[in-house]
Nanobody, 121 residues
């Protein structure tokens, strides 16, 4: 059974940093594309960062230059380093995985439970 478990969420002041982790099990991790989505109250779900099995990365315009996604295939983990956080980054962040496709409109098949990130002074 595929499981994705996020960790690292919490409360941080504007301008601060957080690092989220997604630990995967039950899949051949190295061949999966992994993404981080977020959903804020009253807002549409947004794919903020993705990393393909090739290692290629992509970011939404709203986080580009501030967030960095990376993967460690030996540890079956994906990280999202979030710097210069803004109040508008406040959302529940979800890890998402799929072997074949993962995009803004069509997320991958597997989801983590989500972790809350709150940016507030």
């Amino acid at each position: 059974q595929v499981q994705l478990v996020e960790s690292g969420g919490g409360l941080v002041q504007p301008g601060g940093s957080l690092s989220l982790s997604c630990a995967a099990s039950g899949l051949m991790f190295s061949i999966y594309h992994i993404g981080w989505y977020r959903q804020a109250p009253g807002e549409q779900r947004e794919l903020v960062a993705a990393i393909r099995n090739s290692g290629d990365t992509s970011y939404s315009d709203s986080v580009k230059g501030r967030f960095t996604i990376s993967r460690d295939n030996a540890k079956n983990t994906v990280s999202l380093q979030m710097n210069n956080l803004k109040p508008e980054d406040t959302a529940v962040y979800f890890c998402n995985a799929d072997q074949f496709r993962l995009s803004t409109a069509w997320p991958g098949a597997y989801w983590g439970q989500g972790t809350q990130v709150t940016v507030s002074s």
